[in-house]
C-alpha cells in the first residue's frame, strides 16, 4: 500500500468562538494518526529536531505554515522554517488565522519510552547485604543497677532504662508513691531494683576521703596544752573562775550576767599553757555542753557551794561520763556565810561521783572565784591531770579541728571560732568545714589580734569561708581546691535531699483527720549573733508543745535583719525575732509600713516566755460551770400573761435571775435556758437565798412539771497558759 493510504484522517469539531467580528465560525482541526512502525533508530532521528521544536515560542508554532500531504515522514518531521512575527508587532485578521488553522496539520510526537528507574535501585537493594538486625529478646534483659545512698526516681528509671511513668506505675503498685524528683533512700531503691528484675549494685561513696577522726592520738607527737572545759549550773561563777584566771572581766560583757555562747581561750599560767572552753550553763544550751565535753581532754564541774548540785551540773556529769574524759570538781563560792561543802560532796557522791578522800577518783577542789582562794591548786590539778593523760599531738601537715562558734560579720562576711585539734593551719590553706569551703584570708586570737598560723589546742579566729558553718562542724585543711568544693557540694546536695524528706507530708486513713485540725499555728522568723545561740533558741521553742497552738520557725539564720527576712515574714506572717541584732534602716521601714510584730532580746529565757506568753494568747479560755443553786417545783400556776408559773422553794444556794438554768426531770437535762422572772411574793427580785419560796418563770418554756428541779449555774472562764 502506498504512504497515501496509510494514513487515516481523523477530524474534531472544535468549540465556537464568540467574537465582534466573526460570531458562530466552527473550525475543523485535522489530525493525522500514522499507524505504519517505526524502527528505533526512526525514532532517534525525529527526537533531536522535535526536543528543539518544543522550545521555539508558543506563539510562533500557532502560526507555522502546512505543508503538502504528499510530503515524506522525513520531511514532515522537519521543524517549520519561516519565522512569523509575533501578534503584538503584526495583526493579522482572524478570518486569515481561521483559514490557516483550516489547513493546519498536527503532527504527532512518538511515545518516548520510560526508563525504568525502579531496576537500579532493586539491583542496589540486592547488593546490599544485612549487616545489623533487631532480634526479638527471647528473656528478659538484666542489668547492674548503681544504687547510692539516696537518688530520685528519675535517676533510677534512668539506669533501668525505662520511662518515668512506666516506674512510677510500678512504684504505686507495690505501695510508693513518689514524683519524679523525690529522692528514695537505698533500702527502698533496693527493694523496687529487684522487684522489677534488676541486680542491684550498692555503690558506697567516695566523698570523705581527707576526712580524719575528731580525736587524733598521736603517740610520737609532741607534748599539747590540754583543753579544758568549764560546766556547771547557770550562775555558779563559771566565767567569774575563768575571770580570775585570764585577769578579764568577761562577766560584765555578758548579757544578764550569764553566758550565752561558748567562749575559747588560750591561757598563760604559772604551769604552762591551757586551752580553756567556757560553756553556758543555761538549760537551753544542752547541745552546747555535749560539744564542749566531746572535744575536750578534761572537764571542770562548778558547783555552787551555798546552792548545791542543780539539774545542769547532773547534766553535765551525764556528758563528761558520756565523752569519757575525767572530772574534776570546783567547790565554789566558799567565801559566803551559807556555804556548805559537805553538802555538796554528799549529793555528787549520790550521783556516784565520789572524792578522793573518801576513797573515790574525782578530784575535789574548794575555790573562790571571786578572792582567788584555791584557783593555782586547781590549775596544778589540771597539769597534773594532763601529764597523766600524756597529751600529745603534730604540729606540722594538714590541720583538723572543730567549731566551736560562728557568726556573719557585716565586714568580714562568715566568721567561724575553730579550735585545732592536730596539724597546723596557715594563711591562704583551703578548708573544708561541714557544708562549706573558703580559703583562710585571716586569722585572730581570742584578744582579735592577727597571727599567721595556729597550732594544736589553739582557738583561732578565721575568715574567708562560703557561708556560716554550724556549730560542732569539723574542719579539715588540704592543698586540693577542687576535691574541698566538690565533697562540700556533696554534702549540700544531701542535706538539701534530708530537709525535703523531712518536709514531705504522709496522708493516710489515720492522719486525715489531724491534717484537717483546727490547731491554730503562730510563724516565726529568728535572727540570732551567732550560730550556737540560734540553736539553742530553735531547740528550746521546737520543746514547747500544745495540743491547741503551736509554733513553726520558717527561717533562722545569722546576721542582723534585713529587708529580705520581713519580705518573707510579710508573706508568711510570721513574727520577727532578733538575738543580739537589730533591723537595717530598709527593713525598719517595712515593719512600720506594714506593722510586723519585732522584739528584740538579749536574754534566752526572756525571749522563751515571751514566745510562751504569745502561744498562751491564741488559747481559748477555759469555760468552768459553777452550780450555784437548786430550786424544786412544788405547783405551777397559769397565767395568759406570764404562761406557766413554778412555784417554787430554794433547796441548795442561790437563785439569781441574770444566770442560766437547766431544767431537770428525774435527774435528766430536759432544757436549757434562762429564766423570765423571778418573783418573790408579788416583787420582782434579783435573787432568791436557800429555804425561801418564790414563783419562777422559764422563757420560752411552759412544759414544766410539779417534782421538776431548776438548777441555776454560773459560768466563769479560765485564762490557759503554756
Known sequence: M???????????????????ASAGVHVKRKRKIITKPISVQEVKAKD?????????????????????????????????????????????DKDEKIEKLENKELHLKSPKQKKDKSKKNKNQIKDITPTHKFEKPTEPVKRDVKISQSMTVAELANQMALKNTDLISKMMSLGVMATVNQSLDQDTAILITEEIGHNPVIVKEKEDEIVQPTKIKVTDGKARAPIVTIMGHVDHG?????????????TESESGGITQHIGAYRVKTNNGEIAFLDTPGHAAFTSMRARGAQVTDIVILVVSADDGVMPQTEEAIEHAKAAGVPLIVAINKIDKDNADQEK????????NVIPEEWGGETIFIPISALTGEGVDTLLDSVVLQAEILEL???????????????????????????????????????????QTFGRVRALFDEFGRPVNTAGPSTPVVITGLSATPNVGDQLI?????????????????????????????????????????????????IKTDVQGSCEAIINSLQSIENPDVG?????????????????????????????????????????ESHDIPLQYFSIIYDLIDAVKFDLSGELEPEVKEEIIGIASVKDVFRSSKLGAI?????????????????????????????????????????????????????KDYNDIKSGDQIEVYKRTEIKRSI
Open 392 to 434: 600529745k599531738a603534730s604540729d606540722t601537715g594538714p590541720a583538723t579541728g572543730v567549731v566551736i562558734e560562728s557568726s556573719l560579720d557585716k565586714g568580714k562576711g562568715p566568721i567561724a571560732t575553730v579550735l585545732i585539734q592536730n596539724g597546723i593551719l596557715n594563711m591562704k590553706d583551703f578548708i573544708l568545714v561541714g
Open 2 to 20: 502506498s504512504e497515501k493510504d496509510n494514513i487515516k484522517l481523523k477530524t474534531a469539531t472544535l468549540s465556537s468562538r464568540k467574537s465582534s
Open 48 to 92: 533531536a529536531p522535535l526536543e528543539k521544536k518544543e522550545n521555539v515560542n508558543l506563539s510562533s508554532q500557532k502560526v507555522s505554515l502546512n505543508e503538502k500531504k504528499n510530503n515524506s515522514s522525513a520531511k514532515a518531521s522537519e521543524p517549520p522554517t519561516q519565522d512569523i512575527k509575533s501578534s503584538k508587532k503584526q495583526k493579522i
Open 551 to 591: 509554733l513553726k520557725i520558717i527561717y533562722s539564720a545569722v546576721g542582723g535583719i534585713t529587708e529580705s527576712d520581713i519580705n518573707l515574714a510579710l508573706s508568711a506572717q510570721a513574727h520577727v525575732i532578733g538575738f543580739n541584732v537589730r533591723a537595717d534602716s530598709k527593713a525598719k521601714k517595712l515593719i
Open 477 to 525: 585543711s588540704t592543698d586540693d581546691e577542687k576535691k574541698v568544693k566538690d565533697i562540700a557540694s556533696t554534702r549540700g546536695k544531701k542535706q538539701k535531699e534530708i530537709d525535703m524528706q523531712s518536709k514531705q507530708i504522709d496522708f493516710s486513713v489515720e492522719s486525715f483527720g489531724d491534717a484537717i485540725s483546727t490547731k491554730k499555728i503562730i510563724n516565726y522568723l
Open 238 to 250: 563559771k566565767t567569774s573562775l575563768l575571770d580570775y584566771i585570764r585577769k578579764s572581766k568577761i
Open 646 to 698: 413554778a412555784g417554787t422553794i430554794v433547796s441548795e444556794g442561790i437563785i439569781q435571775k441574770d444566770q442560766p438554768i437547766r431544767v431537770l426531770r428525774d435527774n435528766t437535762v430536759i432544757y436549757e435556758g434562762e429564766l423570765e422572772s423571778l418573783r418573790r411574793f408579788k416583787d420582782d427580785v434579783k435573787e432568791v437565798k436557800s429555804g425561801t419560796e418564790c414563783g419562777i418563770g422559764v
Open 344 to 351: 555538796v560532796k554528799n549529793d555528787l557522791a549520790a550521783k
